[in-house]
């Protein structure tokens, strides 16, 4: 039993692995793609489904598909959703034409955003609540690890093959091999009398709730003057609405798609809005440190995309630490800790300013480390310390029998918290700019050359987009410690949820 479900835990944090380079892995192979597919340089705007489609399936069906891992045993759930990304990886693989390469990112997508809630799911069936932290922190760790080998891993493989198709010819076999060892290492899911039921309604309004919201928040121009794109906000409203009837039919439905019964709600709302802390400040670190970068320092795209390394190899190494440390001090405690962690950084981060390259911070006289990596180093390690914790504290207060839909709830809220977290400071930080730029012209001489005033402009620019990330950078680090203050809230390790009588013959949760 110990080494089946090890094999079982390794081949699920496998299939996240692959999900997560094949998020990430389109961002350097982009520019072969468009050429293959004839999409001209001064179109670029057309490749943009290549993106939203992807983020649509991977967060739009993962309430449903997690609650179908409940009712159908996540070694179905898996081992489907591994083929489905084996298909869709070829479909990616054989396409010409935009059209095609778009249905085939969907099926990706919505394979790859059922393999990490349902093997959260899987490492908390299969490990007592005690150790689970740390099981869980592994998944996370190999979550965040596909987020840095991902764009890296293209580059390897187009420059080894000369072909991008194969970074996704790849996937068959990885596929494939992650299929024989579940197959192998989980029994077959035992089958009750009386079936249980999916709310089918109410998760596909979620899904379009989710789906409208992730079109409407995504804006591919990071560096627009504006938080949403134009068709955005038509379309977060109409999240809106469908979020409301969602409410609704949760609220008088027979069948839910998260039963109450059972479930510690403070302590579970706690932890999904501490994800959405996490999750907004993932986001911005990810999308503002590389503006930063290029506004301020004055560097290229390749040169402000490699200033995040340091932040994103501490991601994962957070999230192993983390997890091991919760299962002696609790996930609670690790969730404070972590957050404030991270508040930290992104406080010593909003005081980034031009002359950041030369800047030092002295230990105690002892030692002297750069500023800039030191400073993503230590957010990047706090938000990389509540990964694990977070899913289990969740877990825990969930009936064994709802793992996959509260796993996958967990994920949801942190992909939320990066959406909506990003345009929200992206909308506050855009106004602040032309604040700081209109209280700066007005300190231009108007007796002024035309050289000095474009010199002076120049720097005034600058010096309004460092104040305007430091501002951003700030309320990041408020943010944390909201999520930090949340983590407060989660339960201690003695409390559990109640478990649900179930009929002698029935399993007390999904096997497999």
């Given at each position: 039993?110990?080494?089946?479900?090890?094999?079982?835990?390794?081949?699920?944090?496998?299939?996240?692995?692959?999900?997560?380079?094949?998020?990430?892995?389109?961002?350097?192979?982009?520019?072969?793609?468009?050429?293959?597919?004839?999409?001209?340089?001064?179109?670029?705007?057309?490749?943009?489904?290549?993106?939203?489609?992807?983020?649509?399936?991977?967060?739009?069906?993962?309430?449903?598909?997690?609650?179908?891992?409940?009712?159908?045993?996540?070694?179905?759930?898996?081992?489907?959703?591994?083929?489905?990304?084996?298909?869709?990886?070829?479909?990616?693989?054989?396409?010409?034409?935009?059209?095609?390469?778009?249905?085939?990112?969907?099926?990706?997508?919505?394979?790859?955003?059922?393999?990490?809630?349902?093997?959260?799911?899987?490492?908390?069936?299969?490990?007592?609540?005690?150790?689970?932290?740390?099981?869980?922190?592994?998944?996370?760790?190999?979550?965040?690890?596909?987020?840095?080998?991902?764009?890296?891993?293209?580059?390897?493989?187009?420059?080894?093959?000369?072909?991008?198709?194969?970074?996704?010819?790849?996937?068959?076999?990885?596929?494939?091999?992650?299929?024989?060892?579940?197959?192998?290492?989980?029994?077959?899911?035992?089958?009750?009398?009386?079936?249980?039921?999916?709310?089918?309604?109410?998760?596909?309004?979620?899904?379009?709730?989710?789906?409208?919201?992730?079109?409407?928040?995504?804006?591919?121009?990071?560096?627009?003057?504006?938080?949403?794109?134009?068709?955005?906000?038509?379309?977060?409203?109409?999240?809106?609405?469908?979020?409301?009837?969602?409410?609704?039919?949760?609220?008088?439905?027979?069948?839910?798609?998260?039963?109450?019964?059972?479930?510690?709600?403070?302590?579970?709302?706690?932890?999904?809005?501490?994800?959405?802390?996490?999750?907004?400040?993932?986001?911005?670190?990810?999308?503002?440190?590389?503006?930063?970068?290029?506004?301020?320092?004055?560097?290229?795209?390749?040169?402000?995309?490699?200033?995040?390394?340091?932040?994103?190899?501490?991601?994962?190494?957070?999230?192993?630490?983390?997890?091991?440390?919760?299962?002696?001090?609790?996930?609670?405690?690790?969730?404070?800790?972590?957050?404030?962690?991270?508040?930290?950084?992104?406080?010593?981060?909003?005081?980034?300013?031009?002359?950041?390259?030369?800047?030092?911070?002295?230990?105690?006289?002892?030692?002297?480390?750069?500023?800039?990596?030191?400073?993503?180093?230590?957010?990047?390690?706090?938000?990389?310390?509540?990964?694990?914790?977070?899913?289990?504290?969740?877990?825990?207060?969930?009936?064994?029998?709802?793992?996959?839909?509260?796993?996958?709830l967990v994920v949801v809220a942190r992909m939320t918290g990066m959406l909506v977290g990003l345009a929200a400071?992206?909308?506050?930080?855009?106004?602040?700019?032309?604040?700081?730029?209109?209280?700066?012209?007005?300190?231009?001489?108007?007796?002024?050359?035309?050289?000095?005033?474009?010199?002076?402009?120049?720097?005034?620019?600058?010096?309004?987009?460092?104040?305007?990330?430091?501002?951003?950078?700030?309320?990041?680090?408020?943010?944390?410690?909201?999520?930090?203050?949340?983590?407060?809230?989660?339960?201690?390790?003695?409390?559990?949820?109640?478990?649900?009588?179930?009929?002698?013959?029935?399993?007390?949760?999904?096997?497999?």
């Amino acid at each position: 039993m110990q080494a089946g479900r090890r094999i079982a835990i390794s081949a699920g944090s496998l299939a996240v692995l692959l999900g997560a380079l094949d998020t990430y892995v389109v961002v350097t192979i982009m520019r072969d793609i468009i050429t293959t597919i004839g999409i001209p340089i001064n179109k670029l705007e057309r490749i943009t489904p290549i993106v939203t489609w992807y983020l649509l399936g991977y967060i739009a069906a993962m309430p449903l598909l997690g609650r179908a891992s409940d009712r159908f045993g996540r070694k179905l759930l898996l081992q489907a959703s591994l083929a489905a990304f084996a298909v869709g990886s070829v479909v990616t693989a054989l396409s010409t034409e935009l059209h095609v390469l778009v249905v085939g990112r969907t099926i990706q997508g919505l394979a790859a955003g059922a393999l990490l809630p349902v093997t959260l799911a899987l490492g908390a069936d299969l490990w007592s609540t005690r150790n689970r932290a740390g099981v869980l922190g592994g998944i996370g760790a190999a979550q965040e690890l596909g987020s840095v080998l991902g764009p890296l891993y293209g580059i390897f493989i187009v420059w080894l093959t000369s072909r991008w198709q194969d970074v996704f010819w790849i996937n068959v076999p990885l596929a494939i091999v992650a299929m024989v060892m579940i197959q192998f290492s989980l029994p077959s899911r035992e089958r009750s009398s009386e079936p249980e039921k999916i709310d089918l309604v109410g998760g596909l309004l979620l899904a379009v709730a989710l789906g409208l919201a992730v079109i409407g928040l995504y804006n591919p121009d990071r560096s627009a003057q504006q938080a949403l794109p134009s068709y955005g906000l038509p379309l977060v409203i109409g999240a809106m609405i469908a979020a409301v009837a969602f409410g609704l039919w949760e609220r008088f439905a027979r069948t839910r798609l998260i039963e109450p019964a059972g479930v510690h709600f403070r302590p579970f709302l706690a932890a999904l809005g501490a994800s959405v802390a996490a999750g907004a400040a993932l986001m911005v670190t990810l999308v503002d440190v590389e503006l930063f970068a290029q506004g301020v320092l004055g560097k290229d795209q390749d040169e402000a995309a490699l200033m995040l390394l340091w932040f994103l190899a501490a991601l994962p190494l957070g999230a192993l630490t983390g997890g091991w440390i919760a299962t002696r001090i609790g996930d609670r405690a690790m969730t404070f800790l972590g957050l404030l962690i991270a508040a930290g950084g992104y406080w010593l981060i909003s005081g980034w300013r031009p002359d950041l390259p030369t800047r030092r911070h002295d230990i105690l006289g002892l030692v002297s480390l750069p500023a800039m990596d030191t400073d993503l180093v230590i957010a990047g390690v706090g938000l990389g310390l509540v990964i694990g914790p977070l899913s289990s504290a969740s877990l825990r207060v969930v009936p064994s029998v709802q793992h996959g839909i509260a796993a996958a709830l967990v994920v949801v809220a942190r992909m939320t918290g990066m959406l909506v977290g990003l345009a929200a400071l992206s909308a506050w930080g855009f106004q602040r700019f032309n604040q700081i730029v209109a209280a700066k012209t007005a300190a231009v001489p108007e007796n002024a050359s035309l050289a000095e005033r474009l010199a002076l402009k120049a720097v005034l620019y600058r010096d309004a987009f460092a104040e305007m990330y430091g501002g951003i950078f700030t309320v990041t680090a408020v943010v944390c410690m909201v999520g930090a203050l949340l983590g407060l809230l989660l339960s201690s390790r003695r409390v559990h949820a109640e478990e649900p009588e179930l009929r002698e013959h029935e399993p007390v949760g999904p096997k497999a």
